[in-house]
């Protein structure tokens, strides 16, 4: 499996962005997908997960401000970020996996990575 986001950018304070992820390959063995962001000189930290019959989980620093979604046909995971704030500030990735790890960094495929900017 491939995971490749985009979206990401620099934002002021209380502004939005979407982050995409685009996978390809074996998609057919992926149930869960999730987003992960690392802050400079922070731990990785699962921000939001989604299962593929539906079932969401988020951080609580995200709740009520960022959503995750998933468009099947495409094979795209979404997130959508609003009232960012600048501690939202990281590079964000993508995971998928068959198994599970809803926000534990344990996903066996990841992408590259896209950064958000808050200031």
């Known amino acids: 499996v491939q995971l490749v986001e985009s979206g990401g950018g620099s934002v002021q304070a209380g502004g939005s962005l979407r982050l995409s992820c685009a996978a390809s390959?074996?998609?057919?063995?992926?149930?869960?997908m999730a987003w992960f962001r690392r802050a400079p000189g922070k731990e990785r930290e699962g921000v939001a997960a989604i299962a593929s019959d539906g079932r969401i989980r988020y951080a609580d620093p995200v709740k009520g401000r960022f959503t995750i979604s998933k468009d099947n046909a495409k094979n795209t995971l979404y997130l959508g970020m609003n009232a960012l704030k600048p501690e939202d500030t990281a590079m964000y990735y993508c995971a998928a996996d068959r198994l599970a790890w809803w926000l534990l960094p344990r996903y066996s495929n990841w992408g590259q990575g896209t950064q958000v900017t808050v200031s």
């Open positions: 390959g074996y998609t057919s063995t992926i149930n869960y």
